[in-house]
C-alpha cells in the first residue's frame, strides 16, 4: 500500500553524528555486551542467501568500541530461511521489525528450534503489539526493545529501560503531538506526531 510519494532529505554530517550518539545511548542504557554477536533482519540489505557478515557492529559502536561481529540479512528472505538463518548464527542481539519478529517466532514455534544466545532484541519502524512483547518473553524469556525513529530525522524516541516508556530525544528534534485541528493534545490524549529538526543545517525540516 503506497501512503505517500516518496521524497529525498539531504542529510548532514552533524546530523548523522547526532543520529549516532543517540544509537551509542541506546546502547548503554539498555546495557548491552558489545562484544557480543549482532544480527540485522531489515530493508536495505542486499539479497543474498547468506546474507551479509561483517567484522563489527558497524556505524557509531564500532568508531568508539570493540565490539563482536554482525550479520545482515535482507527482509526480503522467506521466513523460514530467516529462521534457519538465526538459529545458525547463534546472535546475542537481533534487530528486526516487530511484525517480522512475530513470524520469526511463529516459524521457530512450528519447527522447533530457536536461538538460544538471544541477551536481547530490538524492534524497529512499526508498532510494536503488546500481543508479540508477551510472545517473546515466553519464548526467549527477554522482552523486546522498541525504537521510534524515521529515515527522515533519525531516532524519535527510545524506550526507557526502567519504566518501558519512550522517552523523546530532545537534543536532536523537537517532537510535538496535536490533534486533528492542529492543537497540542493535552496528557493523555492520543494524537499525531509532528516533528522539526535541530541539526537538519543541509535540509532542515519545520513540524
Known sequence: MITGQPVEVLRSRYDILMWQAVTLRNHSWHQRDLSGKLCVIRA????ADDGVTC???GGATSRLFATGPSASL???TDICRQAAWLVSHEPDYLLTYPSNLGALMRSFREHGSIPLRLKGIQTIGEVLPSCVRMECEELFGIQPVDLYSS????????QCPE?????????SLLVEVV???????AP???GRIIVTTLHG??????R
Open 201 to 206: 543545517f543541509a535540509m532542515p525540516l519545520l
Open 188 to 190: 493523555g490524549e492520543t
Open 74 to 76: 535482507s527482509i526480503g
Open 151 to 158: 529515515q527522515e530525522v533519525g531516532n524519535i524516541a527510545l
Open 44 to 47: 536495505g540489505v542486499p539479497a
Open 163 to 171: 519504566s518501558g516508556l519512550c522517552h523523546v530525544q530532545s537534543e
Open 55 to 57: 567484522e563489527d557492529w
Open 179 to 185: 490533534d486533528d485541528s492542529g492543537r497540542p493534545c
